[in-house]
């Protein structure tokens, strides 16, 4: 299945399955605060996405910077930091607690096409 990340509305696709769209798993992880990932999570996600390369998808970087782009906290991160995807985090959850939540978060990866990271962190995010 191929979803139009161009739109607003384009749900990543480990989330669009119907069994998916009607659990209470569902809703729980569309309120879980981006505070609650476990440290295996933020691992995954700064191993994947720390690196120095630049690729673009659409108008964004494919790693930690456009995600810090698309959540408004990329003037608060350094490109020099030891743990980038960290500071991301970190800013995100300080800067907009309303849309730092794990749906925006896998939202954010599906706009900068980055569906092998919201795969492999899907499952840690059911934890």
Known sequence: M???TSTESAIPFSMNVPAFNYSE???LLAETPLSELSTETSFKLS????GR???????HDRNWRGLAELAKVRN???NN???PMHTVLSQWTQRN???????H???FLSKIDRWDVSDDIFTFLGK
């Open 2 to 4: 191929v979803l139009d």
């Open 25 to 27: 798993e569902a809703h």
């Open 47 to 50: 191993e994947m996405l720390n």
């Open 53 to 59: 390369k630049i690729l673009r998808h659409a108008g």
């Open 76 to 78: 608060f991160c350094n």
């Open 81 to 83: 930091s030891d743990d």
């Open 97 to 103: 607690i309303a849309e730092a939540t794990c749906y």
């Open 105 to 107: 978060l896998l939202h």
